[in-house]
């Protein structure tokens, strides 16, 4: 009855490769997020969807490309992955703007 | 006028001693400022919030401090543990704004020795 769950937990991959991680939720919130922390521990946000709709989109380079099938789905796909990429990927969920947001347990991408 | 300034960046605390982390903002129009508690391996999680009207918050061990004419805020906490080890963010957003933005603080790493 995880909240907020992401597969994979851990993805290892080479340089060019194109991956997808996936995130679910179940607590019937409207929004959701996409964030990646770097080996700093810091957070920025990548993403957010309102009821399907791209709400954000942050300056990230446009190989990255977030689709939400529904309200309780939201996906991130990659391509062409580079080394800098390499971090630990959030999604989150909210009920609405500026309440609290749960967190999944995130997805270490390693590009090797 | 986005940003959200952290610190320290990294703290060690004996067992019993206080815990404080400081935050400061740009942003006159954020309403809305939650600290994260995160531990290896997991995801952020709520741990206290507070909204500008009030200067003060507690919830058990922890405190929010808010100072609305310097634009900054802390977190205490009281009777640090062991088990309160683990980094923590805070957080400014705008409710109504719209566009459903969190802007983290840079995150402190607080070990407490037993």
């Known amino acids: 009855d995880t909240a907020v769950s992401q597969t994979p937990k851990y993805l290892v991959t080479q340089m060019g490769n194109d991956k997808s991680i996936k995130c679910e939720q179940n607590?019937?919130?409207?929004?959701m997020y996409w964030y990646k922390q770097d080996s700093k521990k810091f957070l920025k946000i990548m993403f957010s969807?309102?009821?399907?709709?791209?709400?954000i989109n942050e300056t990230v380079p446009n190989r990255f490309s977030p689709k939400s099938p529904d309200k309780a789905h939201l996906n991130l796909h990659i391509n062409s992955l580079e080394l800098g990429d390499s971090a630990v990927y959030f999604c989150?969920?909210?009920?609405?703007?500026?309440?609290?947001?749960?967190f999944g347990q995130g997805t270490r991408l390693t590009v090797v | 006028q986005q940003q959200v300034k952290q610190s320290p960046q990294s703290l060690i605390v004996q067992k019993g001693g206080i815990s404080i982390i400081n935050c400061a903002y740009e942003?006159?129009?954020?309403?809305?400022f939650p600290w994260y508690q995160q531990f290896p391996g997991k995801g952020p999680a709520l741990l206290i919030a507070?909204?500008?009207?009030?200067s003060e918050k507690k919830e058990g061990r922890f405190t929010i401090s808010f100072n609305k004419s310097a634009k900054q805020f802390s977190l205490h906490i009281m009777d640090s543990q062991p088990g309160d080890s683990a980094t923590y963010f805070c957080?400014?957003?705008?409710?109504?704004?719209?566009?459903?933005?969190?802007?983290f603080g840079t995150g402190t790493r607080l070990k407490v020795l037993a």
């Open positions: 989150a969920s909210s009920h609405m703007v500026g309440t609290e947001a749960f």
């Open positions: 607590l019937g919130h409207d929004t």
């Open positions: 969807y309102n009821n399907k709709e791209l709400i």
């Open positions: 942003n006159t129009a954020f309403d809305y």
């Open positions: 507070i909204r500008p009207d009030v």
């Open positions: 957080a400014a957003t705008k409710r109504t704004s719209g566009t459903y933005k969190y802007i």
